[in-house]
């Protein structure tokens, strides 16, 4: 599903609306009062209508006759679309997302570098060492080095030319640039760029499990920096 691009005060609800389910002030089951609710945020009934259209687009929200407007439960909620990925991050991600993010790139991106190893074309090879070159340049800028590292594992998927893998980078690179932006704005961090450079020599090399094996290397090394930001954030 497309990423919501909603702006002004019709934005403005569905941002908050969803906010409140996430982080839990509305529960899952509940009945929302949308007349006490129009009332708090002075909006008119038309973009009252309009924000629960794309809340209920994204599994969040519900409507029965003589039960009124509900929130859903949790495993109706598509938590896969890049904006409820999104909204759970911007509401103060636990460690458990985090980690579940990190689960899910262990599992694709590994088979993603040994797929782009054996599929690779010459311009995916020029993609992702413009992002290598990206990456490098963008070190001491936090905003610049996540796009640079957005547009590396970007490249990767299309490399592995696999049409439902490719597919999956709206989930990846809405967690991941989530992830990056606390990493990258940790006042330490490591240099990116070697473990990244591993990954596409082994492609070039057209090394199979070498690509596998570099990717996952990386991984680790991404959960490492993770945990380095958190306990630099406990010990404030």
């Known amino acids: 599903m497309a990423q919501y691009t909603g702006r002004g005060v019709h934005g403005q609800t569905v941002e908050i609306i969803a906010g409140r389910i996430l982080a839990?002030?509305?529960?899952?089951?509940?009945?929302?009062?949308?007349?006490?609710?129009?009332?708090?945020l002075d909006i008119s009934?038309?973009?009252?209508?309009?924000?629960?259209?794309?809340?209920t687009a994204k599994g969040l929200v519900d409507a029965r006759p003589k039960r009124g407007t509900f929130v859903r439960p949790r495993a109706a909620w598509n938590l896969l679309d890049a904006?409820?990925?999104?909204w759970q991050f911007?509401?103060?991600?636990?460690?458990?997302?985090?980690?579940?993010?990190?689960?899910?790139?262990a599992i694709m991106e590994p088979a993603a570098a040994k797929l782009?190893?054996?599929?690779?074309?010459?311009?995916d090879l020029a993609a992702l060492d413009a992002a290598l070159a990206q990456m490098a340049d963008a070190q001491d800028d936090?905003?610049?080095?996540?796009?640079?590292?957005?547009n590396f594992h970007r490249a990767l998927l299309h490399a592995a030319h696999n049409e439902w893998l490719e597919r999956m980078k709206v989930v990846m690179e809405t967690g991941l640039a989530e992830r990056d932006k606390l990493v990258h704005g940790a006042q330490h961090h490591d240099d990116p760029v070697?473990?990244?450079?591993?990954?596409?020599?082994?492609?070039?090399?057209?090394?199979a499990a070498a690509a596998e094996r570099a990717m996952g290397d990386l991984l680790d090394k991404a959960a490492?920096?993770?945990?380095?930001?958190r306990k630099q954030k406990d010990t404030r």
């Not at 990244?196 to 090394?207: E, S, T, Y």
């Open 83 to 86: 904006d409820v990925i999104r």
């Open 116 to 123: 782009a190893a054996v599929r690779a074309t010459d311009d």
């Open 24 to 40: 839990g002030e509305i529960a899952e089951g509940a009945t929302i009062n949308l007349a006490a609710l129009q009332e708090e």
């Open 142 to 150: 936090p905003a610049a080095a996540v796009a640079a590292d957005l």
């Open 224 to 229: 490492q920096d993770v945990d380095h930001v």
């Open 45 to 55: 009934l038309t973009v009252m209508r309009e924000a629960l259209k794309v809340l």
């Open 194 to 207: 070697p473990s990244h450079q591993a990954v596409v020599a082994a492609i070039r090399a057209r090394d």
């Open 90 to 105: 911007a509401g103060g991600a636990d460690a458990s997302l985090l980690d579940q993010l990190h689960e899910v790139r």
